[in-house]
């Protein structure tokens, strides 16, 4: 499906959302000819989640056995953090 602009996805809502939701379209949804945002099928969304999880799970275990990484108590990050201009 092309790009709908907002005044039409008001106005076609009901056949854009069963385009997504049973023809697995993804459509990008335009305001003043600029992308605005996107309606994906839930399908999609739930795997873009698991990929988000699944890198964010990776940068986390990287972080942890890197035998170099220095630590600070988190009293001491917290006070720190207070301080930060």
Known sequence: MAPIRMADLRRDLARVVNSVAFGKERVVVERHGKPLVAV??????????????????????????????????????????????
């Open 40 to 85: 994906v099928p839930l399908g999609d969304l739930e795997l873009i989640e698991k990929l988000e999880d699944h890198l964010l799970a990776e940068q986390c275990e990287r972080i942890l056995s890197d035998p170099e990484e220095e630590w600070i108590p988190w009293e001491q990050a917290k006070a720190e953090l207070r301080a930060a201009p």
